[in-house]
Every structure is written in structure tokens, then in C-alpha cells.
């Protein structure tokens, strides 16, 4: 800034507004951004001009305010002043990153990926919050800064960010520490602790010490604030698939034009996002639906695969208690032989008795046989009576399963109606609306082609009207002339 020499004619600016736009005002490289509402505005510093203040406060405000820009002069060459400055522009990056995730989160509706682009900013910004003021390690290549090593410590304070950690180590894809930095902060993000682990980390500053300088961002009271507008984000779903992301060779560099203000196409984007929104709820309904027919045609397959299996059951049932009437009757025979055998040894000599006690234990062997045999089928009947019951009870739970699906697809097959139907309103209105800015754009060319007529007839009138001037001036001169001769 060039030296300043008060104006003769021009009033002053007051040292209150130079000091309230610098507080205002965040430095980026060659442009100023300020805070205006909830957006950012960018303007080249060699297009900005103090405006004077109307009713200067004292006499001597001029030689205050060069005094006061050449010490804001003095003050952009201090370091300390620098790392203020840096400070506050992230916070407030991280502001306006936090609050523009959660409020298009919530209206998108559903879970986020790694491809949607505020969430990709918001990385980006956290990244470069948590580098600013690290110090550099040496080794053997150079330098280094890398912001993996403080968040190594969370699992020392936090126990449940082991978990983290030890899957951060284990993806093979990372070679970099910056890769397993913003590995750690997306499954940080996805467990919705990542504020609690800032939180943690930042109340030990002694442990930071070690890896930021006195006043970097984590050391003050930025990074406070940040950690509790961290908070909000667990209102998000986010889920990320990481094996096949390169996180070692992105390039982390803020996208300003995402958080400023356009005036002109302000209110043409809200209905554009509203449209999109209603159109991203239909294809959630539609994709919805489909998983929905594709959950009750398998279930109904397993119903029909359970009615065979019962059919099958109750057939193998009744062959099994045909089987235990057999095994019975089988029983009562032997039974009845063995009576009358016992009956004929009494009766008989005793010669015959050797062989009758044989052919008597040989029955009793083959009655021991058969209740074995019995009692086994027995087992197996109740074995498949306990598979019946349960199949049964499988059967009621599918159905039940099944009822409520087709109550939640009727329920959503509604919504999709609704949105349809909301849909075509917002078509009709706008073509209403085209048809509208039709009639009025033809309107406007029959008044102008109105106006033309009118000004050719008024330039007509005009010009008549200097014929009937020049036509009475030379009746005029022509009386005149007449008059003399009269006399």
C-alpha cells in the first residue's frame, strides 16, 4: 500500500470501520475474503479503496488512520500476526465446510460416499487444519510434516480408536503417512466420533507439543471451536469403501467457488434443488422398491421350499407310523409265541426242553431287537415332530415378515404417488410459468410495435404540421402584399 495523503475537499474515514473490516477480514494469497452473512467474498487487494466516512469524529482521524495502516503494515510482517491470520481463516473455512455438509446431507436424504463433493471440501479443510503449524521432522530424505503421528496418539487417550488405528495399519493401498492420516479421519467420521476425538486430543497439549509449534491451530483456541462445531456431524451417514481409493497422491486444495455467493442464480438454484431433491427421493423409493421385490420373491421361494419340506415330512411321518403298527403287531405275535412255547415246555417231556429254550431265547433275542428298533423309531418320530413344529413356527414368522414388507412397500409405493404427483405440479407451474413469460414477452413486442406506430404518426403530425405553418406564412405574406395595393 502506497503512502496516503489526506484530500483537501473529502471528508475522512473513522479508525472504527478500518478496525472492524480488519477483524472481518481473513488474507488468502493476493485476494481478501470477507465474511458477508453465510458466504465468502473474494476481491483483489489492488481493487479495494477505503471509502471515506461522511462526518469525520475528530480532527485528527487522517493522521490516525496512517498510523493505524502502517502498523496493520508492520503487523502483516510479524510471524505471530501471520499464524493469527491463517487461524482465523481456517476456522472460518471450517464453518462455513461443517455447516454446508450437514444442510445439503439433510436435504440429499440418504448416506454419503466419497464421491459427493462437500464431504470431499470438508476433508480437505480438516487436513489442512490439522497441518497447520506442524513441525518438520528430519530424516534421511529431508524434511517432513505429516499429521499421522498426533492422531497415533487418540488410541492412547481414546481406548475405542484402537479399533481405528489398527485398521488404518492393516489397508494395504496406504504407503504414506498423509494416506493413513485421511484413512483415520474417514473411519473416524463413519463411527460419528471423530469430534470426540479431536476433543481428546486437543485437551493434551502437552502431547501436542511435541509435533505443533506454540501457536498452531491445535494449540489454540481455534482448534477448540472446531472440535465442538465437529459435533453437528453426527446427523450424517457416511460410508466409504477405501481399498480401491488412492488417498497417498490426492491433492488436498480448498474449492472457494463452493462457498460463494451468487446472486443472480440464487433463486433460480433453489427450485433447481428442490427439483433434484424430489428426484433423488424418487430414485431412493424406486431402488428401494426393487430390493423390497426382490426380499419378498425370496421369501416366497423359501415358502414354497418349506411346503415341500413339510409335504415331505408328513409323508415320511406316515410311513413311519405305518411302520410302528407293523413293528406292534410284529410285537404282539412274538409275544403270543412265546406264551404258547412257554405253555407246551410244561406240557412236553423233558427231552424237548433244550430245544424249546433255545428257540425261546432266540425270541427273546429277536423281542429285543424289535423294541430297540421300536424305541428308535420313536426317537425319530419325535425328532421330526420337534422339526415340524419348528418349521411351523418358521412359517408364521416368514408370513408375518412378509405382511409387514407388503405393508412397508404399500406405504412406499404411496410416497412414490406423492411425488409423482408433486412432480407433475411443479412441471405444470412451469410450464405455466414459460407460458406467462410468452404472453408478456408478446405483449411487450405489440405495445413496442404500438409505440413505433405512434411515433410515426406523431413524426407525421409533426411534419404536417410545418406544412400548414409554411402555408400560413405564405398567406400571410400573401395579404400583406394585397393590402397596399387596396389602399
Same mark, same amino acid.
Not at 44 to 50: F, G, H, M, N, V
Not at 223 to 240: C, E, K, P, W, Y
Not at 254 to 266: E, P, Q, R, T, V
Given at each position: 500500500m502506497s503512502a496516503l495523503t489526506p484530500p483537501t475537499d473529502m471528508p475522512t474515514p473513522t479508525t472504527d470501520k478500518i478496525t472492524q473490516a480488519a477483524m472481518e477480514t481473513i488474507y488468502l494469497c493476493k485476494f481478501r475474503v470477507s465474511m458477508d452473512?453465510?458466504?465468502?467474498?473474494?476481491?483483489?487487494?489492488?481493487?479495494?479503496?477505503?471509502?471515506?466516512?461522511?462526518?469525520?469524529?475528530?480532527?485528527d482521524s487522517w493522521e490516525d488512520l496512517t498510523d493505524l495502516v502502517e502498523q496493520m503494515r508492520d503487523d502483516t510482517e510479524d510471524p505471530n500476526y501471520l499464524m493469527a491470520n491463517e487461524r482465523m481463516n481456517l476456522m472460518n473455512m471450517a464453518k462455513l465446510s461443517i455447516k454446508g455438509l450437514i444442510e445439503s446431507a439433510l436435504n440429499l436424504g440418504r448416506t454419503l460416499d466419497s464421491d459427493y463433493a462437500p464431504l470431499q471440501q470438508f476433508f480437505v479443510v480438516m487436513e489442512h487444519c490439522l497441518k497447520h503449524g506442524l513441525k518438520a521432522k528430519k530424516t534421511f530424505l529431508g524434511q517432513n510434516k505429516s499429521f499421522w503421528g498426533p492422531l497415533e496418539l487418540v488410541e492412547k487417550l481414546v481406548p475405542e480408536a484402537?479399533?481405528?488405528?489398527?485398521?488404518?495399519?492393516?489397508?494395504?493401498?496406504?504407503?504414506?503417512?498423509?494416506?493413513?492420516?485421511?484413512?483415520?479421519?474417514?473411519?473416524?467420521?463413519?463411527?460419528?466420533?471423530?469430534?470426540?476425538y479431536m476433543k481428546a486430543l486437543i485437551n493434551k497439549k502437552e502431547l501436542l507439543s511435541?509435533?505443533?509449534?506454540?501457536?498452531?491451530?491445535?494449540? %489454540?483456541?481455534? +482448534?477448540? #471451536?472446531? @472440535?465442538? *462445531?465437529?459435533?453437528?456431524?453426527? $446427523?450424517?451417514?457416511? !460410508?466409504?469403501?477405501?481399498k480401491g481409493e488412492d488417498l497417498d497422491?490426492?491433492?488436498?486444495?480448498?474449492?472457494?467457488?463452493?462457498?460463494?455467493?451468487?446472486?443472480?442464480?440464487?433463486?433460480?438454484? %433453489?427450485?433447481? +434443488?428442490? #427439483?433434484? @431433491?424430489? *428426484?433423488?427421493?424418487?430414485?431412493? $423409493?424406486?431402488?428401494? !422398491?426393487?430390493?423390497?421385490?426382490?426380499?419378498?420373491?425370496?421369501?416366497?421361494?423359501?415358502?414354497?421350499?418349506?411346503?415341500?419340506?413339510?409335504?415331505?415330512?408328513?409323508e415320511e411321518l406316515a410311513v413311519a407310523n405305518n411302520r410302528i403298527i407293523t413293528l406292534q403287531e410284529e410285537m404282539e405275535r412274538v409275544k403270543e409265541e412265546s406264551s404258547y412255547i412257554l405253555e407246551s415246555n410244561r406240557k412236553g417231556p423233558k427231552q424237548d426242553r433244550t430245544s424249546e429254550g433255545q428257540a425261546l431265547s432266540e425270541a427273546r433275542k429277536?423281542?429285543?431287537?424289535?423294541?430297540?428298533?421300536?424305541?428308535?423309531?420313536?426317537?425319530?418320530?419325535?425328532?421330526?415332530?420337534?422339526?415340524?413344529?419348528?418349521?411351523?413356527?418358521?412359517?408364521?414368522?416368514?408370513?408375518?415378515?412378509?405382511?409387514?414388507?407388503?405393508?412397508?412397500?404399500?406405504?412406499l409405493r404411496q410416497q412414490l404417488d406423492d411425488l409423482r404427483a408433486l412432480k407433475h405440479e411443479l412441471a405444470f407451474k412451469l410450464q405455466s410459468s414459460d407460458l406467462g413469460v410468452k404472453q408478456k414477452s408478446e405483449l411487450n413486442s405489440r405495445l413496442e410495435e404500438k409505440t413505433n406506430q405512434m411515433a410515426a404518426t406523431i413524426k407525421q403530425l409533426e411534419q404536417s404540421e410545418k406544412d400548414l405553418v409554411k402555408q400560413a406564412k405564405t398567406l400571410n405574406s400573401a395579404a400583406n402584399k394585397l393590402i397596399p395595393k387596396h389602399h
Open positions: 452473512g453465510e458466504w465468502l467474498c473474494l476481491r483483489e487487494l489492488d481493487d479495494i479503496s477505503l471509502t471515506p466516512d461522511p462526518e469525520p469524529t475528530h480532527e484402537a479399533e481405528i488405528t489398527a485398521s488404518v495399519k492393516d489397508l494395504p493401498g496406504l504407503k504414506t503417512p498423509v494416506g493413513r492420516g485421511r484413512a483415520w479421519l474417514r473411519l473416524a467420521l463413519m463411527q460419528k466420533k471423530l469430534s470426540e511435541e509435533f505443533y509449534e506454540p501457536n498452531a491451530l491445535m494449540m %489454540e483456541e481455534e +482448534g477448540a #471451536i472446531i @472440535a465442538g *462445531l465437529l459435533v453437528g456431524l453426527n $446427523v450424517i451417514d457416511a !460410508n466409504f469403501c477405501m497422491s490426492q491433492v488436498g486444495v480448498i474449492d472457494f467457488s463452493m462457498y460463494l455467493k451468487d446472486g443472480n442464480s440464487s433463486k433460480g438454484s %433453489e427450485g433447481d +434443488g428442490q #427439483i433434484t @431433491a424430489i *428426484l433423488d427421493q424418487k430414485n431412493y $423409493v424406486e431402488e428401494l !422398491n426393487r430390493h423390497l421385490n426382490a426380499t419378498v420373491n425370496n421369501l416366497q421361494a423359501k415358502v414354497d421350499a418349506l411346503e415341500k419340506s413339510n409335504t415331505k415330512l408328513t429277536h423281542l429285543k431287537e424289535e423294541t430297540q428298533l421300536r424305541l428308535d423309531v420313536e426317537k425319530e418320530l419325535e425328532i421330526q415332530i420337534s422339526i415340524r413344529q419348528e418349521m411351523e413356527l418358521a412359517m408364521k414368522m416368514l408370513e408375518k415378515d412378509v405382511c409387514e414388507k407388503q405393508d412397508a412397500l404399500v406405504c
